[in-house]
């Protein structure tokens, strides 16, 4: 088993902190454990926002073979936003994750569809799994100040 590397820590905390709060909320890292059936049955949930510090020490006790994969925790964040288990996120899913997230009316119907169309290399009107994680790295190549094409 390897041991999960405190950037990839701070980088998943950063999902869930968009608004650079310095918190996440319950119902933010709820979400994050449904990704997940075995890590959600180690971790109770809390009921106050969680600092960095608490992130780290609840999900640094989580230590598998998965961590080896650094796509691993977006793969199951996109298993948790394709809830019919499709293969692939439709506008209203991404609609309803990020607003779980990010909150309510912080993103219009107009965004999340750009963010689809940026998105949807094969141009079907839906994510895969593969588009999702080229979105992925675009945000954290944008996040660390790098030019994204």
């Not at 960095?52 to 999900?59: A, I, K, R």
Request: aromatic share 6%.
């Amino acid at each position: 088993m390897s041991e999960i590397r405190p950037e990839e820590i701070k980088q998943a905390f950063a999902l869930f902190d968009p608004e650079k709060t310095g918190r996440i909320e319950p119902q933010a890292f709820h979400q994050f454990l449904n990704a997940n059936e075995e890590l959600k049955s180690t971790i109770r949930i809390p009921t106050h926002p969680l600092t960095l510090e608490e992130f780290t020490s609840l999900v640094s006790r989580y230590d598998s073979d998965e961590s080896k994969d650094p796509e691993e925790p977006y793969r199951r964040a996109f298993k948790s936003i394709n809830r019919d288990g499709s293969g692939h996120v439709s506008t209203q899913e991404l609609k309803v994750a990020l607003e779980s997230f990010l909150g309510s009316n912080v993103l219009t119907e107009a965004e999340v569809d750009e963010i689809i169309r940026e998105g949807d290399v094969s141009g079907d009107g839906r994510i895969t799994v593969e588009e999702f994680l080229k979105i992925i790295h675009k945000s954290e190549l944008k996040h660390r100040g790098e030019h994204v094409l």
